[in-house]
């Protein structure tokens, strides 16, 4: 992603937030990631069209799928991730909506992504799998900010890093944790990998985004950096399934 497009995610941010307040169901967000478009009703599209068939079967049971298909050079690449506590369901509902919506926000482009809370859903004609996209990224956070903002990001820092451990450590790639703040309040937070990225390269990504703490959330309630294989989530509420 260049600069330009990044700097224009942050802006579209807040903008993003108050779509999702008001409709729940909308994405978070999403990039026509490819100057490259395919022509109406040929190869490209027929083998898009069944990658995305087999990510709404492949996904729901365990929460992520990813699959190929046709020979160059229509070969389609793809993959979908549901957040680890989302039920099978809910999953293969957030599967369908992405995989629709992207191709109307992205009619002809050979790659795309979009996220959901519940899930995000890629595509391209690059063979993209086991490696860390560091082009597809953009910031959410709490427009309030703590009262001790330096002790406060110390926290969060802390929390982050020992679940992107716990992620790296476990086979789903999935985290969540939590930790006292004192006067009854807790700091809740989220880490997650796409499962085509080794558990070291995932916990790469995880550190790389974490990185970003200062730059995306300094001093918020409440963050996310969101990427095309790694994110992390934080706020001062639950806001996993049990």
């Not at 941010?13 to 026509?32: E, N, R, S, Y």
């Not at 009262?147 to 820092?157: G, Y």
């Not at 790296?168 to 700091?187: D, F, H, I």
Request: a neutral charge.
């Amino acid at each position: 992603m260049s600069s330009s497009n990044f700097v224009y995610s942050l802006y579209l941010v807040a903008f993003a937030v108050l779509l999702h307040t008001a409709f729940g169901a909308d994405p978070l967000f999403h990039f026509c990631s490819n100057p490259e478009n395919f022509t109406a009703n040929g190869p490209y599209e027929t083998n898009l069209n069944k990658l995305t068939s087999s990510l709404y079967l492949k996904t729901p049971p365990t929460g992520f799928g990813m699959s190929n298909v046709g020979d160059k050079p229509d070969q389609t690449y793809g993959l979908a991730l549901c957040r680890g506590d989302v039920a099978t369901s809910d999953c293969k509902t957030c599967v369908a909506d992405a995989s629709g919506e992207i191709r109307k926000r992205c009619p002809y482009n050979k790659a795309a992504i979009i996220w959901y809370d519940n899930c995000l859903f890629k595509y391209s004609d690059k063979d993209f799998f086991g490696q860390v996209d560091y082009k597809n990224r953009f910031y959410m956070w709490n427009v309030q900010i703590v009262s001790e903002p330096e002790a406060f990001n110390q926290k969060t820092k802390g929390l982050l890093s020992k679940l992107a451990k716990d992620a790296y450590a476990t086979p789903k790639l999935y985290a969540v944790g939590e930790m006292e703040l004192g006067k009854s309040k807790k700091l809740y937070g989220l880490t997650q990998c796409t499962r085509d990225l080794s558990s070291t390269d995932c916990k790469k990504c995880l550190d790389g985004i974490i990185g970003e703490l200062p730059s995306c959330c300094d001093g918020k309630e409440g963050g996310r950096v969101v990427g095309g294989s790694c994110n992390f989530r934080y706020e001062i509420y639950p806001f996993v399934n049990a």
